[in-house]
């Protein structure tokens, strides 16, 4: 390896090493005015992050509850619905059937065991 190349690396490594230590030192006691040191705002972050997850959560159940509700809500308004139907389905049918028996009775006439009965 180049002398001068072992040189710059190694200043470079005592160089880290003296920031690293300096700022390690200035993280114990932050001065007023300063900026945050990334490890803070890395933490800040993670705080962050784990409240946006315990709120989504929250809302995650909130809304499940609610759909549950409506689904329950809405099954009872179909079987109501339903239930209603089928009465308006069987009267019609009822009424239908009525009327077809008038109307075959008024088109074949009176029967002839009933006119012979009519007739004694």
Do not use: W
């Amino acid at each position: 390896m180049n002398p001068l190349f072992r040189t710059k690396l190694a200043f470079l490594a005592v160089t880290f090493c003296c920031c690293t230590s300096a700022s390690a030192a200035d993280s114990t006691q932050p001065a007023a005015g300063t900026p945050p040191s990334v490890v803070e705002k890395v933490e800040k972050a993670v705080e962050r992050g784990a409240k946006a997850a315990a709120s989504g959560v929250k809302k995650g159940v909130t809304a499940g509850a609610h759909g549950v509700e409506r689904g329950a809500h809405a099954a009872a308004s179909g079987v109501e619905r339903g239930a209603k139907a089928a009465a308006r389905g069987i009267e019609h049918g009822a009424t239908a059937t009525a009327h077809a028996a008038k109307t075959v009775t008024s088109k074949v006439g009176p029967s002839p065991a009933a006119s012979s009965a009519a007739g004694n």
